[in-house]
């Protein structure tokens, strides 16, 4: 099966409440779309989300990276040789991770229908459901109690709580969450870099002193600053989760070998697709980490990409895949369900989108 042509377009989907974390406001998802058309008639689909303070990536730089340096790298190529595939994908342009992402789950979405099986099967197959936490947006104090109330009212066993955007009021909001919640629902929070490591040992000390019972503290200090990093994880009980500081399998390795995190956020978005992502969460179980798998702000396609692949291994233990949540509708039809906070695997081929 060759692969005959990359068609580029848009997705959007307006997001129910505006996302806010310590880096960025969205109130509607703008993502770049993809098609791989194939001589045998099968079409694989990918997105791509543009998230510039994190991956670099623009709507415009990503369309470009597909259709002047990734298509004319793996056009024409037979989907079976696809460990060579992918060595082009990765060689034929430094970085543009999401772009990369999107080609890459297209063409797992075609190699997995060529053998007539769901993706997540064919990539190891560990389970058929997860159970995705969801964001509470960082915003004033009454109004994160509002939105965790609700989230727990539907049926949210785990928040991803967003904090580090104005760090002198984190502590409150995170004690005044859990008073609210109760005991019985996991808190998770996600400071996306806003704190400095001392910042961070500090409000981390006082949520524990405060028995808030955090599950982990996700990406507390600059994505560059493994030391800080470092410095966090051995100065603090809670578990520290990194995600912005980890884009590749040799990151990984770094951050490991540095002891700069307890665990792993592994991305599409970052690592250029499943076959980097696949290396990260074996580098991590080798070296005892478990890994979550997260999204950027993306719909069902990439997001339904991400949920094959977290289903497939054992190592992944921990999900952030609330993107279709988050946005007014999410009108893809077929792939995995997502009903509240379950996930469900479908046994169509590929991905499981009709196209
Ligand atoms: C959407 C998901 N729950 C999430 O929080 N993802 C990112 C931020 C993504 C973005 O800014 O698009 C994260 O930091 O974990
Ligand atoms: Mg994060």
């Not at 100065?235 to 990984?252: G, M, Q, R, Y």
């Amino acid at each position: 099966m060759k692969i005959t042509d990359i068609k580029v377009g848009v997705v959007e989907a307006p997001l129910i409440t505006p996302f806010k974390t310590a880096l960025r406001t969205v109130e509607k998802i703008q993502n770049i779309a993809i098609y791989i058309h194939t001589d045998a008639g099968r079409i694989g689909i990918g997105e791509a989300a543009p998230t510039a303070v994190i991956t670099g990536e623009t709507k415009a730089s990503i369309s470009n990276a597909i259709t002047e340096y990734i298509k004319p790298a793996i056009i024409g190529m037979d989907i079976e040789e696809f460990a060579q595939i992918m060595e082009r994908l990765e060689k034929c342009i430094h970085k543009n991770t999401s772009a990369k992402a999107a080609v890459d789950m297209a063409l797992y979405d075609l190699l997995a229908q060529s053998y007539k099986t769901p993706l997540f099967k064919l990539l190891g197959g560990y389970r058929k459901e997860l159970i995705t936490d969801i964001t509470i947006s960082a915003n004033d104090v009454d109004e994160m109690v509002k939105d965790s109330l609700a989230a727990a009212t539907k049926g949210f066993h785990i928040l991803k709580v967003k904090v580090g955007k104005d760090p002198a009021g984190d502590v409150k909001r995170i004690v005044a969450i859990r008073e609210a919640v109760g005991p019985n629902v996991i808190l998770r929070i996600d400071a996306n870099q806003g704190w400095t490591p001392k910042q961070a040992v500090q409000i981390i000390h006082a949520l524990e002193d405060a028995d808030t019972n955090i599950e982990l503290v996700e990406q507390p200090v600059h994505y560059n600053d493994i030391e800080g990093m470092r410095y966090v994880t051995a100065n603090t009980l809670t578990k520290i989760l990194a995600d912005e500081s980890v884009f590749s399998p040799k990151e990984a390795i770094t951050l490991i070998e540095k002891r700069a995190a307890d665990l792993i956020n592994i991305k599409l978005m970052k690592t250029g697709g499943i076959y980097q992502a696949q290396k990260i969460v074996h580098i991590a179980e080798a070296n005892g980490i478990e890994c979550m798998v997260g999204c950027m702000l993306e719909t069902k396609v990439s997001v339904s990409a991400a949920a094959h692949f977290a289903a497939s291994q054992k190592n992944i233990t921990m999900i952030d895949l609330d993107g279709p949540l988050l946005c007014v509708n999410d009108p893809m039809p077929g792939g995995p369900t997502f009903d509240g906070q379950v996930i469900t695997m479908s046994i169509k081929p590929g991905i499981g989108f009709s196209l």
